[in-house]
């Protein structure tokens, strides 16, 4: 047989501490966001010292007394490490390549418990300077159609079909040397465009045609608007030759990369007088009478005769 153990062979193991974790649960997934970014909080500006604190002499700093502010960095920040009953501060970058309004919301979350999950909702608008390009509201008058003959051409109006403004028939003897001297006669070589800053920044628009050797003029190239301000600019039209003429008037706005274009047409035309009687039809009129415009015959004196 063999001889019982000693009791202090087995020695009791010393005790030990287990946990059950349970493995977190599928973290969903999440859009990227691109507009929104989280970046340091940036130095806080000094506040504007009282009028008594401002006529007081200030004291001269000592040279331990001088800190420098750190330097603002703003870089992305998506992660932290917070102490117990402890606090981070960060600001929300908006930065968005297309203009409107743009709605998102930054989720928050504690390593390991998705479902202590924040949310922080975050709206944003991007906007470019512009002005108001509704035919409604750049011209005065307008048609939806251009008339036909016999009606009288359209003139200075806005035909709403074609997209276009038509200064109608237009002398091509006037010129635009008459605007200052003889400016009664050449009221139909002009009309009145409404520019409006429908936008929400004050802007400059800058004014240009899209010939050269255009017949069109405006009295300002550069007109300056603010919020909600609308102003009147001139335009002149003075073809030089007989038969039409199409420009576009172009309205370029200033941190706008998109111009706005406006058509216009007008037709040069010279006086013409035409005339009709017996000569202009060779109906039961002889070779020899046909050069002969009117011939009043023998008349007695004193009296008058009408053909």
Do not use: H
């Not at 909080?41 to 040279?63: C, Q, V």
């Not at 944003?124 to 016999?150: E, H, L, Q, W, Y």
Request: glycine fraction near 4%; hydrophobic fraction near 35%.
């Amino acid at each position: 047989l063999e001889p019982l153990p000693e009791p202090g062979y087995l020695k009791i193991p010393e005790p030990v501490t287990q946990q059950l974790v349970r493995r977190p649960r599928e973290r969903p997934s999440r859009a990227p966001q691109t507009q929104f970014i989280l970046v340091p909080e940036p130095p806080r500006p000094e506040a504007e010292p009282t009028d008594a604190e401002a006529d007081a002499p200030a004291p001269a700093p000592s040279p331990e007394e001088v800190e420098e502010l750190p330097e603002y960095d703003p870089e992305t920040r998506s992660r932290w490490v917070i102490p117990a009953r402890g606090s981070v501060r960060f600001a929300v970058k908006f930065d968005s390549r297309r203009v409107g309004l743009t709605n998102a919301s930054l989720c928050f979350e504690v390593v390991g418990a998705p479902s202590s999950e924040v949310a922080l909702p975050c709206a944003g608008a991007c906007a470019v300077p512009t002005i108001n390009a509704d035919p409604r509201n750049v011209f005065m008058s307008r048609v939806k159609n251009p008339s036909r003959p016999p009606k009288p051409p359209v003139m200075k109006r806005f035909v709403l079909s074609q997209n276009e403004y038509d200064f109608g028939p237009l002398l091509t003897w006037k010129t635009s040397a008459m605007k200052d001297d003889e400016g009664d006669k050449v009221k139909s070589n002009c009309d009145v465009l409404r520019m409006s800053n429908n936008g929400p920044f004050a802007t400059t628009i800058n004014l240009d045609f899209g010939r050269e050797d255009t017949v069109f003029s405006v009295d300002e190239e550069v007109m300056e608007l603010e919020a909600g301000e609308t102003k009147d600019l001139q335009v002149w039209a003075f073809p030089t030759e007989v038969g039409e003429v199409k420009d576009t008037l172009y309205a370029s706005v200033a941190q706008n990369p998109e111009p706005y274009a406006f058509a216009l047409t007008c037709t040069g035309v010279e006086p013409v007088v035409e005339m009709e009687g017996p000569w202009s039809d060779a109906d039961g009129v002889s070779e020899e009478e046909s050069s002969v415009l009117l011939d009043f015959d023998r008349l007695l004196l004193g009296r008058s005769e009408t053909r």
